[in-house]
């Protein structure tokens, strides 16, 4: 999981003196999205987002940054991260209050299939219990009862490389993926057997901000997302020259490095560098992903760049930072930005892999699972990856968090107020 989240109208936006609300993440997340998103499941993460952030600061104990990132497609900032800089400063604090609870949570288990009854409510799952993965022989058969409901809070399928392929054959395998490996889809697929409606399976998203140079979600995108980013710029390595907007949404940041045909170069110099969280940067650096440079010329000389065309890039750029507008291709221009002048500089190299899926199965405003024939399943819930219609063609980073926790929260409390059966 990612380490930020984005809220809209927070008392750190207030305090920062930030204008935002609902309504304004919720048109982002529109534009993003193409207009393809379901509108009424959006607009309940844009409204409820806040109230789940402080959820996690009164109730788990969550802490957070006192300071906001912009994502691309954001019109400001508002997204809050973990003071660790990693979404186990979610996830270790969601554990410690499980056990506070009294509540096990059992691991070596591997979800398998969805218990009916005659008239099709869920009723139960089936798991196998041992299990060690990836051996599919491996586990033993158990059957497990749901006294109210059954909630589903999977991820997506970005791993399964068939399923993948099925949706986008130009996703096949020699396009990287940042999921950890069980990000399979069984819990979609076994959902869709027993008549989940499917919702937009082909959105598959690309995280433009990773890397070639290390495998998996990396360290790159700690480096690019906070920093280089909102605070450099990405060029053409065979042009020394930009070609998108740095702060714009992940579908068309990705199209348009993918469109160069080769990776692009990220760059930032030591005061971007500074809002890379602790420990990612070094960690970069000696895995040789993130690469560190005295000057401009020798930047351009590792990659390869014409150096007159880089230095004349950074000229302009640094233009528009002084006058507060980016009149190439409008990047939102930080309000503490500065020239790029402060050595030492910093480069990686961007190329982008399946990160998001934004399809899944149908879900109302109460996180119930939407059948074939337009009703509810009984005893079924879903929140998180596995669902679709919310993010449309693109989901906006650090909407994901926002989405699994307060759609989370949905499913929990209604599947908690279902009449307790058999």
């Known amino acids: 999981m990612r380490p930020a989240w984005a809220l809209a109208g927070s008392p750190l936006q207030r305090k920062l003196g930030i204008d935002d609300s609902p309504d304004k993440m919720l048109q982002?997340?529109?534009?993003?999205g193409l207009f393809l998103n379901?509108?009424?499941?959006?607009?309940?993460?844009?409204e409820k987002c806040s109230e789940a952030?402080?959820?996690?600061?009164?109730?788990?104990?969550?802490?957070?940054?006192?300071?906001?990132?912009?994502?691309?497609?954001?019109?400001?900032?508002?997204?809050y991260q973990t003071t660790n800089g990693s979404g186990a400063g979610i996830v270790n604090a969601e554990l410690k209050k499980l056990e506070e609870l009294g509540v096990s949570v059992e691991t070596k288990r591997k979800f398998a299939r969805l218990l009916q009854d005659e008239s099709g409510r869920v009723k139960g799952v089936e798991i196998l219990d041992n299990y060690k993965f990836p051996s599919e022989s491996s586990g033993q058969s158990k059957f497990i009862k749901a006294k109210k409901a059954v909630v589903l809070a999977a991820g997506g399928f970005g791993r399964d490389l068939e399923l993948r392929m099925i949706q986008d054959p130009r996703l096949n395998e020699e396009?990287?993926?940042?999921?950890?490996?069980?990000?399979?889809?069984?819990?979609?697929?076994?959902?869709?057997?027993?008549?989940?409606?499917?919702?937009?399976?082909?959105?598959?998203q690309l995280g433009p901000w990773a890397g070639p140079d290390e495998e998996g979600f990396g360290v790159v995108p700690q480096f690019s997302v906070p920093a280089a980013c909102p605070w450099g710029i990405i060029v053409d390595p065979e042009t020394g020259k930009r070609f998108v907007n740095e702060l714009t949404d992940r579908k068309r940041k990705a199209d348009a490095i993918l469109e160069t045909g080769h990776p692009a170069v990220?760059?930032?110099?030591s005061l971007g560098a500074e809002k890379v969280p602790p420990g990612f940067l070094e960690r970069g650096l000696e895995k040789k992903s993130i690469r560190k440079?005295?000057?401009?010329?020798?930047?351009?000389?590792?990659?390869?760049?014409?150096?007159?065309?880089?230095?004349?890039?950074?000229?302009?750029?640094?233009?528009?930072?002084?006058?507060?507008?980016?009149?190439?291709?409008?990047k939102p221009i930080p309000g503490d930005a500065?020239?790029?002048?402060?050595?030492?500089?910093?480069?990686?190299?961007?190329?982008?892999?399946?990160?998001?899926?934004?399809g899944g199965v149908r879900i109302n405003t109460s996180a119930q699972v939407i059948g074939l024939n337009g009703e509810a399943i009984p005893g079924l819930y879903a929140a998180g990856e596995v669902t679709g219609g919310i993010h449309g063609a693109c989901r906006l980073g650090s909407v994901a968090t926002a989405d699994c926790i307060v759609f989370g929260r949905i499913a929990g409390q209604n599947a908690a107020r279902e009449q307790a059966w058999g």
């Open 28 to 32: 982002d997340m529109l534009a993003a």
């Open 38 to 46: 379901h509108v009424e499941l959006a607009k309940r993460v844009a």
């Open 53 to 79: 952030v402080q959820w996690t600061i009164d109730y788990l104990g969550v802490e957070y940054r006192d300071a906001l990132v912009q994502f691309g497609g954001h019109s400001v900032p508002r997204s």
């Open 175 to 204: 396009v990287d993926c940042t999921n950890q490996p069980g990000a399979t889809g069984e819990a979609l697929l076994e959902a869709l057997r027993v008549g989940a409606m499917p919702v937009q399976l082909c959105w598959i």
């Open 266 to 269: 990220n760059l930032c110099d």
């Open 293 to 330: 440079f005295d000057t401009i010329d020798d930047l351009a000389g590792f990659y390869e760049i014409p150096a007159g065309a880089l230095k004349e890039t950074i000229a302009r750029y640094n233009s528009f930072v002084k006058k507060g507008v980016d009149s190439d291709f409008g």
């Open 338 to 358: 500065q020239p790029l002048t402060h050595p030492p500089f910093y480069a990686a190299r961007l190329w982008p892999k399946v990160h998001h899926c934004m």
